[in-house]
């Protein structure tokens, strides 16, 4: 995964909390589609292994997963999900742009990614 290009999805302004979302995950969308990008994304590979990693390839792999964690819970917050939301919707955006990765591999239609990137904006 290029973490340079998502983060600068969350810069916005998005003017909802779901258009923040939506514009996480069309980056993913997105590089899933092109065909010049490996299939995959590097750092949910890794975080599937992570139990063959060492303890410094685990450090990494969970400071980068927390960055981008935080990065998301700013950006919703930004957007105007209140407090108690922010947390909880940047965890659910995480998971569903790492199973995006995950269910592309498997051999999901472009149309069936789409559907759960456009479920996940629209939470809760």
């Not at 917050?77 to 939301?85: M, N, Q, T, V």
């Not at 947390?87 to 759960?116: I, M």
Request: glycine letters at 4%; aromatic letters at 4%; proline letters at 7%.
């Amino acid at each position: 995964m290029n973490t340079s290009v998502k983060p600068q999805a969350l810069t916005g302004p998005h003017p909802n909390p779901s258009a923040v979302v939506a514009a996480y995950l069309q980056v993913t969308l997105d590089r899933i589609a092109d065909p010049t990008v490996p299939d995959g994304c590097l750092l949910t590979m890794s975080a599937a292994q992570f139990p063959a990693l060492d303890a410094a390839g685990q450090a990494t792999v969970r400071a980068m997963i927390d960055g981008l964690r935080a990065m998301l819970e700013q950006a919703l917050r930004a957007a105007g999900a209140d407090e108690h939301a922010a947390p909880e919707w940047a965890l659910c955006t995480l998971a569903t742009n790492k199973s995006l990765a995950v269910l592309s591999r498997a051999g999901f239609s472009s149309d069936d990614l789409a559907t759960v990137a456009a479920a996940a904006a629209r939470y809760p």
